[in-house]
């Protein structure tokens, strides 16, 4: 019988045997299987958020799954384009785990945000092109995740929002300065001040995403789109990737810090706490303004 073991202090006891059983200790970026999984098919790098019981929501541990397989991807020069999606048929990613929000004062939502606006930053600044395949809800942390890809393709199923409002707080990583850039001030506002999902048809109508594809065909028309820019030569890619994303007028820095303090600070107020509580409870919340 074979055991596969994360990486830790068992690694010299075990030496690949113990009796009859076979362990394999697996590398660092193999061992992140438990809740980001990361394949190479060819020179297409596949991200998947593997949380689906829990709609991939992003928690702490997945942000250092993530930060890690980063570090991984980033040294990686054999991919040519990496592909971020969501295990199961329901979720892309259904924003930060609200379980974890509960604890979130002003101090851990300025160390959060900044942590994970650094990492979506690494994302939208990685040197191959990175295609979100949305397959189901993006809310919250997910629409942000999506946002900071070069190029967002999407399942007829797939509803987007940026719900934050309705617990209390505010996006804290990157959507407020990403997606007016892309979808114009106005929807960005009214999707931000609503907190409302819209759907896949709404998100082609407004630019939010490029394609929507029925939901069995989504993978398949992402690795079509993959391998068409994987086949282009890699440093025209890399640099004009790079040169797309630095049309954005001005410079965005702080812009990021301002969000990020504003979260924080959003996350000192008794509506953030009732937010939560209601969402959790599963009933509706009733806020204040304190
Ligand atoms: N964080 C933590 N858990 C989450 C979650 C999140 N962001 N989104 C969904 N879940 C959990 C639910 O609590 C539920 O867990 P349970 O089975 O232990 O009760 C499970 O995932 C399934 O979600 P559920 O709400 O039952 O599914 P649904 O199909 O009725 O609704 C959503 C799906 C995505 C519309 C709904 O879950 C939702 O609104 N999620 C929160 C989105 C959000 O506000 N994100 C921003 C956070 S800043």
Redesign the pocket.
Known sequence: MKFKLSQGPWETVFEGKLHDYDIEILSNSESLILVVIYEKKKNIGILTINRP???N??SNELTAELKQLLDDIENDSSIRVLIITGQGD??FV????????IDRNAALGRRVTKERQEIFSRIENLQVPVIAAVNG?A????LELALACSVRICSNTA?F????V??G?I?GDGGTQRLPRLVGLGRAMEMILT?D?IDAEEAFRIGLVNRVFPHDLLMQKTMELAQKIASRPPLAIRFAKDAVNRSQAGSPTSGYTLESYLHALSCTTEDKNEGISA??E?RKGKFKGK
């Open positions: 019981q829990k709609m929501a992003i329901k979720a259904a924003g930060a785990d609200i379980s974890e929000l809800y809310l919250g942390g997910g509803q929002g940026a719900p934050e309705k617990l707080i996006p907190g999902f969402f959790l599963k």
